[in-house]
């Protein structure tokens, strides 16, 4: 079904999409069996896949019980949305200057496409958008480690914003706090900018920690 070289990653984006759909919720047990059953592969890339999500904490094994989709405790969610919203804003403030007018139309769009999946309650789109909203916006800054580790934590805070942002925002509200960021951007200011983004993850981690 998939090239082998690629099927440890085919079951972690298996698996990623099924939280966004809300087919897996946390709590919920994930079997290697099934998975394996369901993709038409060998439990091997399915046992791989499970080691590095439980390395990442996404998910957590129970002896004798077996693995499930991790309840993160309010100080983990806060924890992730602070580091998140600290790297990215360095590195969007740090490459700023390399976002183009061209650029600035692609986010302006990206915010409407957000605002209509948000209406329409389509998780995966919402999530999809958003996440080329922002890796469009730190991708450019040079430091490649600053964007690796970015691209890292943003898996876990999509798991986490896919699960709650209809408790915390309506669909107006996510497209004002992403126009307020490409607003910061325009204004030139990198101390800003930085404390835009910040602020932004901040105040997502806090509602979902708390579910305000």
């Known amino acids: ?26 709590g919920d047990q994930i079997r290697e069996s099934s998975i394996a059953a369901l993709l038409n592969i060998s439990r091997a ?39 998140r919203g600290i790297l990215e804003g360095y590195a969007v403030a740090d490459g700023m200057f390399k976002i183009s007018d061209e650029d600035l139309d692609i986010l302006d769009d990206y915010v409407r496409q957000m605002y209509q999946a948000a209406k329409a309650d389509d998780n995966s789109v919402l999530i999809d958008i ?38 915390i925002y ?8 992403h126009i307020k960021i490409i607003t910061s951007i325009k204004s030139d200011n990198k101390k800003l900018v930085e404390e835009v983004i910040r602020e932004h993850y901040l105040e997502t981690g806090q509602k979902i920690a708390f579910k305000i």
């Open 45 to 83: 890339p399915v046992r791989e896949a499970f080691r590095e999500l439980i390395a990442e904490r996404i998910l957590e094994y129970k002896p004798h019980k077996g693995t499930f989709l991790r309840k993160l405790t309010p100080k983990e969610i806060i924890n992730i949305y602070t580091t």
């Open 170 to 177: 309506t669909p107006n509200e996510i497209k004002k706090r």
């Open 130 to 167: 958003g996440d080329k909203f922002h890796e469009l916006l730190f991708t450019k800054c040079d430091n490649e480690l600053l964007v690796h580790e970015t691209k890292r934590l943003s898996f876990r805070s999509h798991i986490l914003f896919s699960q709650n942002w209809g408790k």
């Open 1 to 26: 079904m998939f090239d082998r070289e690629t099927y440890k990653d085919k079951v972690k984006k298996f698996i990623f999409d099924m939280i966004l759909k809300r087919e897996f919720n946390p």
